[in-house]
């Protein structure tokens, strides 16, 4: 199993991070990745809630949250993903002082493909997600610092652009 954790400090409350991240169904607003979401289960967040999120290269991925911890952190889990099977992510926020957080984001998962997936997760697939997470978390800290949404490449949508699309 590989474990990838990575950690961003935010010019946000901790209770305003929280807000952000636990609005499951809107993680497009900050994700780089994310075109959007869509909530397939009748829970809208907390243990249970499940989504679809559909991303800008036209796949798409189903989360199921395992684990809520009310204003601190949550946990996600894929199935049967084509290169790492399970997956589970988890993204956690913690006040550093009043105006200032720290949230981490830490993922697991166990390659497919045996000796050649443990080769290529050495080489390639670690580089890739941490790449990734490294995104998720820049496009967070810029919308919860600016509210500027992020688009796709990790793009900030200023504010003031999304007054006027309105």
């Not at 959007?36 to 991925?61: D, F, K, M, P």
Request: hydrophobic residues 40%; proline residues 4%; contains cysteine.
């Amino acid at each position: 199993m590989t474990t990838i954790m990575t950690s961003r400090k935010i010019d946000a409350p901790a209770n305003i991070v929280w807000d952000i991240i636990a609005d499951y169904n809107n993680a497009h607003v900050f994700h780089p990745l994310l075109a959007s979401v869509e909530q397939i289960s009748s829970v809208e967040r907390g243990i249970g809630a499940t989504r679809q999120c559909n991303l800008y290269n036209n796949s798409s991925v189903t989360e199921k949250v395992i684990e809520w911890h009310e204003g601190r952190s949550f946990t996600v889990q894929t199935n049967d993903q084509p290169i790492f099977g399970v997956t589970k992510g988890k993204l956690s926020v913690k006040s550093i002082d009043t105006n200032r957080s720290e949230v981490t984001a830490v993922t697991t998962y166990t390659p497919k493909w045996g000796l050649l997936g443990k080769t290529l997760d050495v080489f390639l697939f670690r580089m890739i997600v941490n790449n990734a997470v490294s995104k998720v978390l820049k496009g967070l800290k810029h919308h919860a610092e600016t509210g500027d949404l992020i688009g796709k490449g990790g793009k900030p949508i200023p504010v003031k652009i999304q007054s006027a699309r309105l």
